[in-house]
């Protein structure tokens, strides 16, 4: 086992059964089990890869108007969503709870305390006696992703304590966002955790810039995946999203840079399967010694900032 101020982490660089909520379950199931056997305590999961990421908005005329195309598309998408107050997650909260192992994991979570219905794209912690300690609900889908994905709120934006560290994760270009990311310095984040759903191109510049500004370890985590390989045959009008599908839609580029802004571990195209390193708490003591962006190097008295963590609801009742 690793010495107090070690944290042993896996970044699970995987492909979802795309689509299917229970195959991609078991895909997950199985790479915390192999973290867990190398004595890994945390490991993370790219953005939406349960049940995945959804490709076929840019290849099927996603944004055409009430056509059967999209509109089955999407509701088998719905239909495989996660619905965490019915117990989706359980098996993964018992295996964290079984192998001492924290989970960062990317959902598409359809809530029902927004009606079931539409989902969203959210960031789940569960802890290493298997609790569910955070759900961050994207607060701004990019581009072709509102088309599926509905905004979230600032409920989830939290950190949590693990061995020495405290960690936090923001989704996909949340974390281009500047205030999101000054809300996670404030709380004390050494470890920040950056999902995405699979590009080199993503997080080759913003691990270390994040990095760089906090003097914290940045994670970021990505999935490799085939479209033509990883899509189900059973999935609705399959050959439509074939027809324009790149060789390979995800490339992973999962890495890790230290609090000095250097890459400890540069983009990894390559490896499919969990990815491990040890990380140093020291180094974040070693690297706040000339900047901490929310103690010494701030000014409170100048700027703040107020974030409303209040989970959004339509309705609010007084029974």
């Known amino acids: 086992m690793s010495q107090p101020n070690h944290l042993k982490v896996a970044l699970a660089q995987i492909a979802p059964v795309w689509g299917d909520r229970d195959a991609t379950i078991e895909k997950i199931k199985t790479a915390i089990i192999e973290a867990a056997s190398n004595d890994a305590e945390l490991i993370i999961f790219g953005e939406g890869l349960l049940p995945g990421y959804p490709y076929w908005l840019s290849l099927t005329d996603g944004a055409a108007w009430d056509t059967k195309v999209v509109k089955?598309?999407?509701?088998?998408?719905?239909?495989?969503?996660?619905?965490?107050?019915?117990?989706?997650?359980?098996?993964?909260?018992?295996?964290?709870?079984?192998?001492?192992?924290?989970?960062?994991?990317?959902?598409?979570?359809?809530?029902?305390?927004?009606?079931?219905?539409?989902?969203?794209?959210?960031?789940?912690?569960i802890d290493q006696e298997g609790v569910i300690q955070s759900v961050h609900r994207k607060l701004q889908p990019t581009?072709?992703?509102?088309?599926t994905w509905?905004?979230?709120?600032?409920?989830?934006?939290?950190?949590?304590?693990?061995?020495?560290?405290?960690?936090?994760?923001?989704?996909?270009?949340?974390?281009?966002?500047?205030?999101?990311?000054?809300?996670?310095y404030a709380q004390g984040e050494n470890l920040h955790i950056a999902v995405w759903p699979g590009s080199d191109y993503n997080t080759k510049d913003i691990t270390r810039f994040i990095a760089r500004e906090s003097r914290s370890y940045v994670i970021s985590v990505s999935s490799r995946m085939a479209i033509a390989t990883d899509f189900p045959n059973e999935t609705p009008h399959l050959q439509e999203v074939l027809k324009c599908a790149p060789e390979v839609s995800s490339n992973g580029g999962s890495c890790i840079a230290g609090p000095d802004g250097e890459f400890i571990l540069p983009p990894d195209i390559t490896t499919e399967g969990n990815i491990y390193h040890t990380l140093d708490f020291n180094k974040v003591y070693e690297e706040r010694q000339n900047f901490d962006p929310s103690g010494h190097y701030s000014r409170p008295d100048v700027t703040q900032l107020t974030v409303n963590r209040e989970r959004q609801r339509v309705v609010k009742f007084n029974d």
């Open 72 to 125: 089955e598309l999407h509701a088998h998408y719905t239909r495989n969503a996660v619905d965490i107050e019915r117990g989706d997650l359980q098996e993964i909260c018992d295996l964290a709870q079984n192998y001492n192992i924290a989970i960062y994991l990317g959902i598409i979570e359809k809530p029902m305390d927004r009606g079931g219905a539409s989902l969203y794209c959210s960031l789940v912690y």
């Open 143 to 147: 581009y072709d992703e509102r088309l």
């Open 150 to 184: 509905a905004p979230g709120d600032g409920h989830g934006l939290r950190v949590h304590p693990l061995k020495q560290f405290t960690v936090g994760g923001l989704n996909c270009w949340e974390n281009w966002m500047p205030l999101p990311r000054a809300a996670m």
